[in-house]
């Protein structure tokens, strides 16, 4: 059962054992392996055609640039496989951020100033997860109210005012790691936030994975009743859903707002879009209940990916928008299909 | 008017006075005459004939599409497309007409294609919804991307100005003394709110809602109808984008943004649950006419704009609040 700690290889996926053909199938269909050979693909497609795409600087950028989003696709991701949504997330990590910069010239320690934002976002977290889990408001209401609140709330405060003059060594988002050769291969600098986006996913993943609470994750969002019913409290677990997708909403509004020497102290239109659009073309079900912050990750750097071809080959910034609607429609219409014949496969 | 008919609270074994006292409409009702009172007596300019009525003017296109997100979250779905619609039709609009464009159209033309868009790119939502069988939030979410994406890339950040004089009067302009709009958004609340109540096809929406499998089981096509509905939705986006345009008298491919979470806090605020089944068009108007006068009445009383903005996002939360609240304590009686 999925609430035990026992290592199962893929959530809630069935186990074609002893048949290898259809198992490579299961195997090369699945979201995140196909994520990435679009990855590679597009990569490779438009480096040939202009090889400045993929030399080290804008390489490093394009992995570099949407890790912040990658972050809280990771929250995204858990929020949405427990049956879920959460659009308040893009205005959380403008008011956080700007929690952080304000703490910042302010002449708080730098740690308080990067670990407040984190807590605050934990704290608001609790309060969705209280309205959804106990007082069964529907999430969306929820966080459509909350939207409101953060976004009207952020600007009467700061009147948008532009946040600078921040402390030297405030910059988390712009550390890098020294670059350095290893057997005439030469390492070059990593920008902090690819680790951070490594390593926070990396865990989720593993956690989400192995642990008993991160299974229950997909439990309750796959059949809430039988959840119920195996002993899970589906309360106790959109409380901690909501509260780690707060506190990784928090790391990615600092890294956020240690990417540039300013904070605009305003919510980033459309973020929260981005956010979803993530967890979803990453393979999260779009029925609850299965995918991987893995494939959030991939599919984070892949927007990145496309943002930054479309200015290489000489199309308008502005077709971004339409292009990823595509991307979205179909991811989502592959995963139909792949349910369909799974399904069918499975006699259902 | 006789738009307020609840399938499920009317089953209920309490009073029917007491049912009618704890209608969300009523309730609602209730606190906008409360709010209008308040808002009244901070501002002597807010309770004047022609504050009302500029204050129609503003909430048409909210209006509008608020009326089939009713019908749509009715069913258990929900269109967050339509503020991106909205901004693909006004951008087309004014493609189609601008003289020094590819296209040239007679701006009567351009109107009829951006209508047809809309409708075309609401029914697009609904066949993948339907046909394909994606849940409505991720398809519309999809789509909205998609329709603003089209808005920016066909306009590439260039706004169409210089519309001809006549065009201007359904924005601008009054037919007996009421700004044009609201004539407009009064004929389709009427129409709506007879279509949810009184036919055939409005029912069905809310047996949809209720219970899908069991309404296509007794014959209702289901399919089709929520199909209807999408495109309608389209439609009325159209509709909405046409008056935005004549309104403020140009065209920029950010027109419309955020325009579905007004409109679905409108028809949430007015009683429609979020998870179908229940709802109505006056609950709806009562839910609108509230956000739009709790906006204007707070900026007349100094309150910026942002701060109502804070204002609604936590009415919103609250009436769902007190309507959760209310039911439970009627569903335990």
């Known amino acids: 059962m999925t609430a035990t700690a026992k290592p199962v290889p893929t959530p809630a996926r069935r186990d074609d054992t002893g048949n290898f053909v259809s198992r490579l199938i299961s195997i090369v269909s699945s979201q995140e392996i196909i994520l990435l050979f679009v990855l590679i693909a597009l990569l490779a497609s438009v480096g040939s055609a202009n090889p400045r795409y993929v030399a080290e600087r804008n390489f490093i950028n394009i992995f570099n640039g949407n890790a912040y989003i990658a972050v809280a696709a990771i929250g995204m991701t858990m929020v949405i496989i427990s049956r879920n949504i959460d659009i308040s997330v893009g205005s959380l990590i403008g008011v956080l951020g700007t929690i952080s910069g304000t703490l910042a010239i302010n002449g708080s320690p730098i740690w308080v100033s990067w670990l407040v934002p984190i807590l605050v976002g934990a704290l608001v977290g609790a309060a969705i997860g209280f309205m959804v889990a106990y007082l069964r408001i529907p999430s969306i209401v929820v966080t459509l109210g909350l939207l409101s609140i953060l976004k009207g709330g952020l600007i009467t405060v700061t009147s948008g005012e532009w946040i600078t003059d921040l402390p030297e060594g405030f910059f988390l988002a712009q550390m890098k790691t020294p670059a350095f050769s290893i057997l005439g291969l030469s390492i070059p600098a990593i920008p902090s936030p690819i680790i951070i986006m490594f390593v926070l996913t990396l865990i989720a993943v593993l956690w989400m994975r192995y642990s008993q609470t991160g299974r229950a994750i997909y439990a309750v969002g796959g059949n809430a009743e039988a959840a119920r019913l195996s002993g899970i409290s589906e309360k106790r677990i959109l409380m901690t859903v909501f509260i780690l997708n707060g506190v990784f909403v928090g790391i990615a509004a600092v890294l956020w707002a240690t990417q540039l020497s300013i904070i605009q102290s305003t919510v980033p239109p459309g973020l929260e879009l981005q956010i979803i659009t993530a967890a979803v073309v990453g393979g999260v079900s779009i029925l609850g209940g299965v995918g991987t912050a893995f494939g959030a990750m991939i599919a984070a750097i892949l927007l990145s990916a496309i943002n930054s071809a479309l200015v290489f080959i000489d199309i308008s910034p502005y077709w971004f928008r339409a292009v990823v609607g595509i991307l979205i429609l179909v991811t989502v219409l592959a995963d139909m299909l792949r349910r369909r014949r799974t399904a069918a496969a499975s006699g259902d | ?333």
Not at chain 2, 248 to 270: C, K, P, Q, Y
Not at chain 2, 279 to 304: D, R, Y
């Open chain 2, 1 to 333: 008017m006789a738009a307020s008919s609840h399938p499920i609270e009317e089953r209920q074994g309490s009073s029917p006075l007491t049912n009618i006292l704890l209608r969300q409409e009523v309730i609602l009702f209730l606190i906008l005459i409360l709010a209008v009172t308040l808002l009244a007596l901070s501002s002597d300019k807010f309770l004047t004939v022609s504050n009302i009525l500029n204050q129609g003017r503003l909430l048409t296109e909210i209006g509008l599409v608020a009326l089939p997100m009713t019908f749509i979250i009715i069913t258990g779905g929900i269109d967050l497309s339509v503020g991106s619609i909205l901004g693909v039709c006004a951008i087309v609009l004014g493609y189609m007409w601008n003289p020094s464009g590819p296209f040239q159209l007679p701006l009567e033309a351009a109107i009829i294609v951006s209508l047809a868009l809309g409708t075309l790119c609401g029914l697009v939502n609904g066949l993948i919804i339907v046909y394909i069988g994606v849940p409505p939030l991720i398809t519309t979410l999809a789509t909205l991307a998609l329709y603003r994406g089209l808005a920016e890339g066909i306009s590439q950040a260039r706004s169409v100005r210089g519309y001809p004089e006549w065009f201007f009067q359904l924005g601008q302009g009054e037919v007996l003394g009421v700004p044009t709009q609201l004539w407009v958004l009064v004929f389709f609340v009427i129409v709506t709110a007879i279509i949810l109540s009184r036919t055939v096809f409005g029912r069905s929406l809310y047996a949809i809602g209720n219970n899908e499998l069991g309404a296509r089981f007794s014959g209702i096509p289901t399919g089709l109808y929520k199909i209807i509905i999408y495109a309608f939705s389209g439609f009325m986006s159209g509709m909405a984008a046409w008056i935005f345009v004549s309104r403020v008298t140009t065209t920029r491919s950010d027109m419309g943004s955020g325009l579905e979470l007004d409109a679905i806090a409108a028809v949430v605020l007015g009683g429609t649950s979020i998870f179908g089944g229940t709802g109505s068009i006056v609950g709806t108007v009562i839910g609108f006419v509230l956000i739009q006068l709790l906006k204007n009445g707070l900026s007349l009383a100094g309150v910026t704009t942002d701060g109502t903005i804070v204002v609604i996002g936590t009415v919103l939360i609250l009436a769902i609040l007190i309507n959760n609240f209310i039911q439970r304590r009627t569903n335990a009686a």
